[in-house]
């Protein structure tokens, strides 16, 4: 297909129809000139650039971009940025699970290596106070070992297929 560049008129061949120059150099002179940048759409004004720097001031953690205010969700839970607490996690990251904080300041103290936070309704993420429940690890487990024994399937022989 023949086209003709709007930067220097001079007929080039392509055979994408959205070509609009013969050369990268051609598309780059002519935006320059023309003050077209990258940004498609209305632009911020700079009174609405400042506001927004004000804003962002103290949400990133150094200067790592992408800062969530300390908050990320891995495995289906709230993680949240405490570094300085006992239970932060093991790979030095400082994050310590968010049901675990909502309930140590329900009951104003740290809980024990042995408790664990269960959540009543299953949803790793709905960390309500009502939805939690402290209990010690061989409790937790022995809930959750009568749910999987009990959504287990047997074959015709009585052996577990699932």
Known sequence: M??????????????DKRSKFCSTSCSTIFNN???????????HSNKTIDEMCENRQGQHKG????????????????????????????MGSGYVRQNRLIMEEFLGRYLTNDEIVHHINGIKDDDRIENLVVMTNEE????????????????????FIK
């Open 63 to 90: 200067n790592k971009f992408g800062w969530k205010h300390g908050k990320i969700k891995c495995n289906g839970y709230w993680l949240i940025y405490k570094p300085n607490h006992p239970k932060a996690n093991s």
């Open 33 to 43: 000139i023309n003050g077209i940048t990258g940004m498609k759409g209305k632009k």
């Open 140 to 159: 937790h487990l022995s809930i959750h070992h009568k749910e999987f024994v009990k959504n287990r399937i047997r074959d015709k022989k009585g052996k």
């Open 2 to 15: 023949e086209k003709i560049c709007l930067n220097c008129n001079i007929i080039f061949l392509t055979k």
